[in-house]
T-cell receptor
Framework: NAGVTQTPKFQVLKTGQSMTLQCAQD?????MYWYRQDPGMGLRLIYY???????DKGEVPNGYNVSRLNKREFSLRLESAAPSQTSVYFC?????????????FGPGTRLTVT | KQEVTQIPAALSVPEGENLVLNCSFT??????LQWFRQDPGKGLTSLLL?????REQTSGRLNASLDKSSGRSTLYIAASQPGDSATYLC????????FGAGTTVTVRA
């Protein structure tokens, strides 16, 4: 039981390049989330998916797109990376039916955009 | 928008001392409150989740309380050890998480 896994662990991009961050969970959870963590700003929600087939914007969605590929997988895409997207990205999942919605996090992807 | 505040930002204690970490929130119509631990360069580990109908949760040396009327949650760590050194984050959990900035704890041997 691996919990929540993320790939890659580290990535360096040049401004304007694109990439997709992958996330998978093996806990049969309905809901999945993407957060970013920045010094001084804390963790902020980018996008979330309440269930397979649905996605919604969080607090900071600009510059990102997401895909809920199936119940296990939720990807985050940067179409044209900018230095402001340098951050640590975390994926999380939770069981959504009736609460209490405890979230479990992956190890993170450390992204640098130059 | 729910605002979550953690004070102090950093704390240093000698080994064996009890730790008291504070978390305050602005909206008393709280759903759940979740506490996490984060080690440097690592992900978040869920420590405790207190549901809105509960007043406290306990796991080993950890105890978390929730007082909705005052907008506060407190995490107690008994008999601290150097291995407890980490950043502790609280998050308001209404299905989505709103995080505080965290308290970085150093336990001196």
């Amino acid at each position: 039981n691996a919990g929540v896994t993320q790939t890659p662990k580290f990535q360096v991009l040049k401004t304007g390049q694109s990439m997709t961050l992958q996330c998978a969970q093996d806990m049969n959870h309905n809901s999945m989330y993407w957060y970013r963590q920045d010094p001084g700003m804390g963790l902020r929600l980018i996008y979330y998916s309440a269930s397979e087939g649905t996605t919604d914007k969080g607090e900071v969605p600009n510059g990102y797109n997401v895909s809920r590929l199936n119940k296990r997988e939720f990807s985050l895409r940067l179409e044209s990376a900018a230095p402001s997207q340098t951050s640590v990205y975390f994926c999380a999942s939770s069981e959504a039916n009736g609460g209490p919605y405890e979230q479990y996090f992956g190890p993170g992807t450390r992204l640098t955009v130059t | 928008k729910q605002e979550v505040t953690q004070i102090p930002a950093a704390l240093s204690v000698p080994e064996g001392e009890n730790l008291v970490l504070n978390c305050s929130f602005t909206d008393s119509a709280i759903y759940n409150l979740q506490w996490f631990r984060q080690d440097p360069g690592k992900g978040l580990t869920s420590l405790l989740l207190i549901q809105s109908s509960q007043r406290e949760q306990t796991s080993g040396r950890l105890n978390a309380s929730l007082d909705k009327s005052s907008g506060r949650s407190t995490l107690y760590i008994a008999a601290s050890q150097p291995g407890d050194s980490a950043t502790y984050l609280c998050a308001f959990n209404d299905y989505k998480l709103s995080f505080g900035a965290g308290t970085t704890v150093t336990v001196r041997a």
